[in-house]
């Protein structure tokens, strides 16, 4: 009886077990299906960073550079900068003045770099966002390595607690048939 108990408790340890493991599982697929978004966003602020500092070749810093300045927010700027340059010369009399045509060459020189900075700073944000997305990546990981070491470890006791019992079991009954055959053999039994 006590071996069927066992084997009971055996079984049910081993499900408890499985079933901690598929909880486990589920847990860290989910957390990895949930920062994968900031990985990816991670990876392309890195690449398109290293693309504008220039640090992934010319030609890939020559096609961010002019990304930018063929873009739509580079020449809205430019546009509302130059008209306001130009309205404010021709209402001062400045319109042909060298200082005119120097003020519309440094405007397009320092919106151009403000919009470096200003992407150079996003790029570092989408690496910042991968980075800790890395880090929640790797905890879940180890909380994924204990649950499932814990798992394992629960399941190896059941298995020991089951041998134990039965290993009990039969040296209890051995015990008994040994007594049983000592008492008829000394004519203990009537």
């Given at each position: 009886?006590?071996?069927?108990q066992?084997g009971?408790?055996?079984?049910?340890?081993?499900?408890?077990?499985?079933?901690?493991?598929?909880?486990?599982?589920?847990?860290?697929?989910?957390?990895?299906?949930?920062?994968?978004?900031?990985?990816?966003?991670?990876?392309t602020?890195?690449?398109?960073?290293?693309?504008?500092l220039?640090?992934?070749?010319?030609?890939?810093?020559?096609?961010a550079?002019?990304?930018?300045?063929?873009?739509?927010?580079?020449?809205?700027?430019?546009?509302?900068?130059?008209e306001?340059?130009?309205?404010?010369?021709?209402?001062?009399?400045?319109?042909?003045?060298?200082n005119?045509?120097?003020?519309l060459?440094?405007?397009?020189?320092?919106?151009?770099?403000?919009?470096?900075?200003?992407?150079?700073a996003?790029?570092?944000?989408?690496?910042?966002?991968g980075?800790?997305?890395i880090?929640a990546?790797?905890?879940?990981?180890n909380?994924?390595?204990?649950?499932s070491?814990?798992?394992t470890?629960n399941?190896?006791n059941?298995?020991?607690?089951?041998?134990?019992a039965?290993?009990?079991?039969?040296?209890s009954?051995?015990?008994?048939?040994?007594?049983?055959?000592?008492?008829?053999?000394?004519?203990?039994?009537?």
């Amino acid at each position: 009886m006590a071996a069927n108990q066992a084997g009971k408790a055996n079984a049910s340890q081993q499900q408890a077990a499985r079933s901690q493991l598929e909880l486990a599982q589920r847990q860290y697929d989910t957390m990895q299906d949930q920062i994968q978004p900031y990985l990816e966003a991670g990876q392309t602020g890195l690449t398109d960073y290293g693309d504008l500092l220039g640090a992934n070749g010319v030609d890939a810093q020559n096609n961010a550079i002019s990304g930018i300045k063929n873009g739509a927010q580079f020449q809205g700027d430019m546009q509302t900068a130059n008209e306001n340059i130009l309205a404010n010369a021709s209402a001062t009399g400045g319109l042909r003045g060298s200082n005119t045509s120097n003020i519309l060459a440094n405007t397009s020189i320092n919106t151009l770099n403000n919009l470096i900075t200003q992407r150079l700073a996003g790029y570092g944000q989408l690496m910042n966002n991968g980075l800790n997305s890395i880090s929640a990546s790797q905890a879940a990981s180890n909380v994924y390595q204990n649950n499932s070491n814990q798992a394992t470890q629960n399941s190896a006791n059941a298995s020991s607690q089951y041998d134990a019992a039965l290993s009990n079991s039969f040296k209890s009954g051995l015990g008994s048939i040994t007594q049983g055959i000592n008492a008829f053999a000394g004519g203990g039994l009537t």
